[in-house]
């Protein structure tokens, strides 16, 4: 069973710095796109980061500047930098999967697999 696990969140002030990462287990296969959501209360759920197999990377215009995917092309794992973060970045943030380039990579992508998600709290 593949499982993704999310680490690295926590509380941080306005302008201060995140690194969250994401490691697969339990997979037999590579994964075409791997990426970032977050959630914030009240909220609907945001494409944040995303990186495909050629490590093309693609980002939500609010993050754009200040967050920085990468990729671990020996192993299904995934970083998130995250710098100059503001009150707004507040929110649980999932990464997730998807298995085929005919699923795409970005926000409205298929994913096949999702983490439990880990908490990121910025304070003002």
């Known amino acids: 069973q593949v499982q993704l696990m999310e680490s690295g969140g926590g509380s941080v002030q306005a302008g201060g710095s995140l690194r969250l990462s994401c490691a697969a287990s339990?997979?037999?296969?590579?994964?075409?796109?791997m990426g970032w959501f977050r959630q914030a209360p009240g909220k609907e759920r945001e494409g944040v980061a995303f990186?495909?197999?050629?490590?093309?990377?693609t980002y939500t215009d609010s993050v754009k500047g200040r967050f920085t995917i990468s990729k671990d092309y020996a192993k299904e794992y995934i970083d998130l930098q995250m710098n100059s973060l503001k009150p707004e970045d507040t929110a649980m943030y999932y990464c997730?999967?998807?298995?085929?380039?005919?699923w795409g990579c970005g926000p409205d992508a298929q994913f096949a697999d999702w983490g439990q998600g880990t908490q990121v709290t910025v304070s003002s």
């Open positions: 990186i495909d197999s050629a490590g093309i990377s």
């Open positions: 997730a999967a998807g298995l085929y380039r005919s």
């Open positions: 339990g997979y037999t296969f590579s994964y075409y796109c």
